[in-house]
């Protein structure tokens, strides 16, 4: 099937998805998982510009762009000419003078992307990475098809957010795709770092409340990078715990047949209690697994708009 034409040149929000963009995406990964090859036309290059520190993200978009035959250039925003004042349009525009045809990039700036898109005269691939407390596109598909994998359809779906919700660009992209997607989306976490405009998604709850009628417990981390003032300086992680980590004791109280999922890093013993991290309910390395695999799907749509595939 072919992609909506909102997600041809670029992948910047997950908003350019329809509901059937997103499961052919979802799709084409598991073909990946299953042993799909392809085959470039051509020499195509990618560059991974991160402006925030990645870990999961940057090393599964590397090895996605390697396992299709991409030459993938180096990039360190701290001595890039960044650095020297010069703007990011500037620099897209450099290394698509130089021949690379895809670039990756996370920022801390929220809709960064847009000033980059609004004159169209940037002719490489776009994938946004993460943008602040904005979209994380790559990263909400690899969750949808790591829930897909374990129930097979999202109607009627009980999916709870529960954490760092107003900080959380995983939040905001999950929560407008489950919605699409035809699942029950709730939210829980601190009341103070909810964000009110995702009500038209799902309802807040209380965490032990909600736990029991759960199929997927999305859990998030403090975003202390995004939090200023006293409500970082003065952060209990025991006292975070108890009111809203997913602690040994919680657990019990989950479906048998419920998943964990966690975007990570993860922060052991804070929003998660260490031993159910790798417990037969988690999914949280079965998400990074996928993650490759969407991230070859999602690159292999772009490079046959460029005629690379």
Known sequence: MMMTERMQANLLTIDQLESDDALDLIHEAQAFKAGKQVQLLKPAYAINMFFENSTRTKTSFQMAEKKLGMQVLDFNSATSSVSKGESLYDTLKTVESIGVNLAVIRHPETDYYRQLTQNNNLNIGLINAGDGSGQHPSQCLLDMMTILEQFHCFHD???LINGDIAHSRVARS?????????????????????DPALEKYGRYGDFDELLPQMDVI?????????ISGSANTQFDVQAYRQQYGLTKQRAKQMKPEAIILHPAPVNRGVEIDDELVESPQSRIFTQMKNGVYVRMAIISRLLRFQNLL
Do not use: C, I, T
């Open 157 to 159: 779906l009980k999916v």
């Open 174 to 194: 999950n929560a407008e795709m489950l919605y699409r997607l035809g699942a029950q989306v709730y939210f829980s976490g601190p009341k103070d770092w909810f």
């Open 218 to 226: 999305n859990l998030l981390r403090v975003q202390h990078e995004r």
